[in-house]
Structures are given as C-alpha cells and as structure tokens.
C-alpha cells in the first residue's frame, strides 16, 4: 500500500476529473466510488484511482476549497510526442501559467491548470530514467517565501523513511532578488519524492485543503505519532484532517479506511460515516466498534 496518498477536493467533478486522468495517462484505473450520506457537505462521493501507476483520492464535498498552483503536479516525460499529447490533454479548457516552450532547466516544459482548476507541469526529460510518474510540487510564497528549504527538513524529519535528495538554490543576483533561496529542491517520503520550492512573487494564494496528502496508519500508535508531529492548527482539526506549520492539509487515517468506506452495507457505512464525522484524530478502535454494531 502506498503510504501518502495525494487527494483532491472538488465541488461536484471528483468522478468526471478521475475519468479525465485516467484516460491521459498509461497505468490507470478508477478503482472504487463510493457515495457517504449525511456529512455537513450533505452527500459526498469520494473516489480512489491509480494514475501512472501512484495512488491518487479524491472528493465531491462542495464548493468550500479552490485549487491554486501552490501544489502541483509534476510530469516527468521521456519523449517530446508524449509532453505534447499531456499538454494539449490537460490543458484543454484550462488556464496556462506557463506556456509549454523552451527554459533553461527544459527543452519543453510548461505549467496550466486544467478544466477543473488542479495544476499539472508537464516537463520533458530526455534520457532519464523516470521512476515516478507524477510527482506533488509544493510551492512556498508570499508568507511561505523562503520555507522551502526549512519544510523539507521537517517533512524529513518526521517521517521514518525519508531524505533529502537534493537543492538547487537561486544565484545571488537572481533579478527578482530571490538569491539563496530554492529554486528546485527534491525529497522523499516513504517512497516518494516530492519537490518544494521558493518564489519570492507575490501569487496572492494560500494553502487550503483542495490537495491534501493521505497518511495511511497501520496502528492507533501510529495515527498518534503522526497527528503530534504534524497538527499546528487546532481549530483545523476534523475528520482525521490537520494543518502543518506551513499550512499544508494532511489526513491521518488508518490504512483500512477504504476498506471500511466500501462496504456495500449501507448501514454498516452509515454507522462508520457518523463515528468518524464526531472526531478529530481518528480512534481506529471505536471505528472498528461502529462498522460490527448490529
């Protein structure tokens, strides 16, 4: 099972964009939709799928969040026919922030939201192996600026298996004056790399919970450990979800929690759903009491 999981929040569309991207990329499927009635969203659809291989979730839950380019995903590509067909795939009906030309890191590389607001960079890498697809991007500004660099030794730091990778800082005489700050840094948790970076533009955006990441949690112990070393924000505590320090979303949840959502025992769902809407940090043993009650 994949540990982190990156999960989506949409208004209506969950199950329309998971058609979409598993339609663009090799290696994907929708593996399981599921309906949970009565949440302070009314009804919610939430819908888990495998893109290129990597485990993706997502949510129709309302119209309370709105993607912003601050996490992204990035799009490793071998071939320059490939960085064309995902570009004019996911950018359709979108809105570009970057248009897909030459830089100096890439040939080809250009960065748009797609119809449904999620970010996508789509950059070609020629000669490389490429050993993840698609890569969550986290993008430190306004009053994140220069984080980047800090977030990674933390995010490192509280996950066993982790490391960082590698820094590319900007040059002193950067013209946005963004000098030693980073550019592009690499990390990786538990598997999966993950890229931060600085930009000292002012974007205007914050951190919300339309991309959060899913930990998945073998035990109490563990959904322990990982709410004490992540959780900053109380009053975002609901539902098995947080805020970090820098204000990134992240879900706590035992690593069956799919499992106990699918049932096609609508009772048994219902009495799931209602135990975990009352809590904060999940209680994996209460859970459990819920889905067996007759």
């Known amino acids: 099972m994949q540990k982190i999981v990156p999960h989506f929040w949409y208004d209506k569309e969950a199950g329309e964009a998971a058609e979409l991207y598993t339609s663009v990329f090799e290696q994907s499927s929708i593996d399981s939709k ?47 026919v490939e960085v064309n067909r995902l570009w004019q795939q ?10 897909l030309e030459a830089y100096p890191f890439s040939e080809k590389y250009g960065w748009t939201e797609d119809k449904y607001g999620l970010s996508w960079q789509i950059i070609y890498l020629p000669d490389q192996p490429i050993a993840q697809k698609i890569t969550p991007s986290i993008l430190f500004t306004d009053e994140q600026y220069g984080k980047a660099k800090a977030a990674m030794e933390f995010y490192t730091s509280v996950f066993p298996n982790a490391a960082i990778d590698g820094f590319d800082y900007y040059a002193e005489d950067d013209p946005q004056g ?14 999966q790399n993950f890229v931060a970076m600085d930009s000292g533009i002012t974007h205007d955006y914050k951190f919300n919970e339309s991309v959060s990441f899913i930990v998945n949690c ?20 609901q539902c098995g979800w947080l805020k970090d320090k820098f204000g990134v979303s992240w879900q706590i949840v ?4 799919n499992e106990l959502m699918s049932t096609k025992d609508t009772e048994q769902l219902n009495r799931v759903t209602q135990a975990f809407l009352k809590m904060k940090k999940f209680d994996i043993a209460e859970l459990k009491r819920a889905s067996k009650e007759e």
């Open 34 to 80: 599921t309906k949970i009635y009565d949440t302070p969203s009314g009804t919610a659809e939430t819908v888990t799928m495998t893109i290129a291989g990597q485990s993706f979730m997502s949510i129709s839950a309302g119209p309370f969040f709105k993607f912003t380019p601050l996490i992204s995903l990035q799009v490793m590509c071998s071939t320059l």
């Open 90 to 99: 996911l950018s359709k009906g979108g809105n570009v922030l970057m248009p």
């Open 178 to 191: 963004q000098g030693g700050k980073v550019q592009y840094g690499l990390f990786n948790l538990e598997g």
């Open 218 to 237: 073998e035990t109490q112990e563990e959904i322990d450990y990982y709410w004490d070393k992540l959780s900053y924000v109380p009053e975002a505590e």
């Open 254 to 257: 035992p690593a069956n929690m």
